[in-house]
């Protein structure tokens, strides 16, 4: 127990090993489970109550023990372990949602939540393997906000809309701007990787230097939130024709 939850691990992380198409296989196959049981999660029946309970204690259990984790071992610093990145933004922005079901955090946490937690997924900024907590606390948390994030978007289908896209794309647009302009350099640290790419291979590495990383930045977002957005509507006009 001392060494899996301990400071330091002899077994470091490989992309793309047994364990890790392991963990995203679970991942996608979640993913895929909550889609096809779309129906039932809007009913917001048994199910519905199980799983968004479930999913909030996770979560929940997830970000507590990581900075349990972080200050028992004096690691903890302001400028690497408050939840201030995309995805741990969109787990508390999703514990909310699970909790209120309110609008605002529902779409929130739907464009923020889902892409960036699934790339976090294939491209982790992780460096232990199974054998300790911190490989685990990273897929599982990654991957409950992922599939917080879409069962709360599946259970509330209408809150989503196109003018949404573009509140949430303005919101987003801000927070990165308090993020990049006063957060990272008061206190040194790299949120929202604005300050500089991550140290792992990741999707950011085709963006650019300069001006041009922040443009890109900027474009690639709007691009996904209105094409993640017009995928969901797919689904569910999809669906929809399927029972007529």
């Keep these: 127990m001392d060494e899996w939850f301990g400071a330091r691990s002899d077994y470091p992380f490989e992309l793309f090993s047994i364990s890790h198409l392991v963990v995203l296989a679970i991942a996608l196959t979640g993913f895929l489970s909550l889609i096809f049981l779309r129906n039932n999660l809007a009913a917001k029946d048994t199910l519905f109550q199980q799983v968004r309970w479930l999913l909030f204690l996770v979560l929940l259990i997830s970000e507590v023990s990581y900075q349990y984790w972080a200050i028992s071992h004096e690691y903890w610093s302001f400028n690497r372990y408050m ?117 792992t291979v990741s999707p950011l590495d085709f963006f650019g230097d300069g001006i041009w990383y922040y443009i890109n930045l900027c474009l690639a977002a709007l691009v996904l939130f209105a094409g993640q957005y017009a995928v969901f509507r797919m689904l569910f006009k999809s669906a929809d024709n399927e029972e007529n």
Excluded at 98 to 126: C, E, K, N, Q
Excluded at 134 to 162: D, E, G, N, Q, Y
């Design 83 to 199: 939840p201030l990145h995309l995805c741990g933004v969109a787990s508390i922005t999703a514990m909310i949602g699970l909790v209120t079901l309110h609008p605002f955090w529902i779409r929130v946490s739907f464009f923020i939540g889902i892409v960036p937690a699934a790339l976090a997924l294939v491209t982790p900024d992780m460096p232990y393997d199974y054998q300790h907590y911190r490989f685990w606390k990273f897929f599982v948390h990654h991957t409950a906000i992922a599939w917080a994030c879409l069962f709360l978007a599946l259970a509330m289908p209408s809150v989503l809309t196109w003018r949404s896209v573009f509140s949430v794309y303005g919101i987003l647009l801000v927070y990165a701007a308090f993020i990049g302009f006063w957060v990272n350099p008061q206190t040194g640290s790299n949120y929202l990787y604005l300050s500089q790419r991550p140290s």
